[in-house]
T-cell receptor, first 112, second 117 residues
Framework: GESVGLHLPTLSVQEGDNSIINCAYS??????FIWYKQESGKGPQFIID?????DKRQGQRVTVLLNKTVKHLSLQIAATQPGDSAVYFC???????????FGSGTQLTVLP | GAVVSQHPSRVICKSGTSVKIECRSL??????MFWYRQFPKQSLMLMAT?????????EQGVEKDKFLINHASLTLSTLTVTSAHPEDSSFYIC?????????????FGQGTRLTVV
């Protein structure tokens, strides 16, 4: 069946370092992916998205890479800041209008 | 950006009672709304999809008689947890979309923490 999963449940990085969060998916027909940030007690916040006709997309301090051959995507955060501490989810658009399947999440902790 | 508001943000109810959670799109008309449930330290799981004026479509394993969804207007959807039990305690999150097309963005509410005692 369809699934979206993450390699690591937790990640700790030093402030200023770069962070890389990984995600694997199993549905080779998936054509749209989104990364979300969720702070404690809040709803998910959109970070960046990517379509399957791309292999890289950049935003402000963030980059998403998509490798369709191995069904893997990653989120890179440059110069990680304390405010980046949160749980990060990848999500797969499974149907119309953002009906999403979420991965299990990675807790990112930024160390001073 | 588009704003989706949930109310209440936190609610505590007694076992056996019902509780209603509202999801409002404040600055756009939400043709489609989604309800997710999130247990502690777990991911979001889609519960149901509702289109304005239609019956909600529930995901496999979600009891439609227990989780009543009403989407009677283009700016409001409600989720009612009926005869709540402690195992229903969870974080409930809605998202709203202005269309049904695959490229239509959806925006999340801030979530509602339900505790059943």
């Amino acid at each position: 069946g369809e699934s979206v999963g993450l390699h690591l449940p937790t990640l700790s990085v030093q402030e200023g370092d770069n962070s890389i969060i990984n995600c694997a998916y199993s549905n080779s027909a998936s054509d749209y992916f989104i990364w979300y940030k969720q702070e404690s007690g809040k709803g998910p916040q959109f970070i960046i998205d990517i379509r399957s006709n791309m292999d890289k997309r950049q935003g402000q301090r963030v980059t998403v890479l998509l490798n369709k051959t191995v069904k893997h995507l990653s989120l890179q955060i440059a110069a990680t800041q304390p405010g980046d501490s949160a749980v990060y989810f990848c999500a797969e658009n499974r149907g119309s209008a953002r009906q999403l399947t979420f991965g299990s999440g990675t807790q990112l902790t930024v160390l001073p | 950006g588009a704003v989706v508001s949930q109310h209440p943000s936190r609610v505590i109810c007694k076992s056996g009672t019902s509780v209603k959670i509202e999801c409002r799109s404040l600055d756009f008309q939400a043709t489609t709304m989604f309800w997710y449930r999130q247990f502690p330290k777990q991911s979001l799981m889609l519960m149901a999809t509702s289109n304005e004026g239609s019956k909600a479509t529930y995901e496999q394993g979600v009891e439609k008689d227990k989780f009543l969804i009403n989407h009677a207007s283009l700016t409001l959807s409600t989720l009612t947890v009926t005869s709540a039990h402690p195992e229903d305690s969870s974080f409930y999150i809605c998202s709203a979309s202005s269309g049904t097309g695959r490229n239509t963005e959806a925006f999340f509410g801030q979530g509602t923490r339900l505790t059943v005692v």
